[in-house]
């Protein structure tokens, strides 16, 4: 913990203990535990290569988990399909956002809402389009015209067509205009507010990350070694030297 603060004791929507994972025999996690509570914006911050994205491979079911738990709602998503999880309200926004280039926008975010049935698809497509007015004036443009962080709100707003009580998000500031970023992370916070949604953000942009976030955690080689409130991280000496250019 940060300076001594106990984490939230709000209840945790996901609770994940000594989950380990990796590719192979190559093991990227270890032991990981953190708690992401109801309604909360929670971040983990960490360097290229300290294992953010396995931990999130590893939550929404692309990849296995080798030891550990993950608890969501109660209930165990160790190991279950990443479909199965879509269903029980995990969305994950993946690092480089992977939209389908050659669909238009409309498209995208009718893909997002697979699992769930058309009619209500077409319905939610315009409220969701209010967080994001560029994607909205582009409805019919394909995918792959839009700018980097064009693609990140439609990345988003597809997550959010699966209408997730847990959204996950994979280096959402990555490839972004300074002032998308800004915009976009803010939007975050107002769909948070606006929606009780609970967000778990991986993040190497820790100054952005933690402003709009409740909770933060840092994790180093696959390992958790710092945790607290996303306040006091950002004024941790540690944070700032490593991630902050303090």
């Not at 967080?131 to 004036?137: A, D, I, S, T, V």
Request: charged share 25%.
């Amino acid at each position: 913990m940060a300076n001594g603060v106990e984490p939230s004791s709000a209840p945790a929507l996901l609770s994940v203990d000594n989950l380990s994972a990796g590719y192979g025999k190559i093991r990227a996690l270890h032991g990981v535990s953190l708690r992401v509570p109801q309604a909360r914006i929670v971040c983990v911050l960490g360097a290229n290569g300290a294992g953010k994205t396995t931990l999130m491979r590893a939550l929404s079911g692309l990849l296995p988990v080798s030891d550990g738990q993950a608890i969501f709602d109660g209930q165990s998503i160790a190991n279950v399909p990443a479909e199965a999880l879509v269903r029980r309200g995990i969305a994950h926004v993946p690092q480089g956002r992977m939209v389908f280039a050659q669909l238009t926008v409309r498209d995208n975010l009718v893909l997002g809402g697979y699992t769930r049935p058309a009619a209500e698809v077409r319905d939610d497509i315009d409220r969701v389009l209010g967080y994001f007015p560029r994607l909205k004036e582009r409805i019919t443009s394909r995918a792959g015209t839009l700018s980097g962080g064009e693609q990140q709100m439609l990345a988003i707003a597809r997550g959010l067509l699966a209408k997730p009580r847990l959204l996950m998000l994979d280096e959402p500031s990555m490839g972004v205009a300074p002032i998308l970023k800004d915009a976009i992370f803010e939007t975050l916070r107002d769909i948070r507010d606006r929606e009780n949604l609970t967000l778990l953000i991986v993040e190497q942009d820790a100054d952005i990350a933690l402003d709009i976030s409740d909770e933060g955690y840092v994790i180093e080689t696959g390992r958790v070694v710092m945790q607290g409130p996303a306040a006091e991280l950002a004024g941790n000496e540690d944070i700032r030297r490593a991630y902050l250019g303090g």
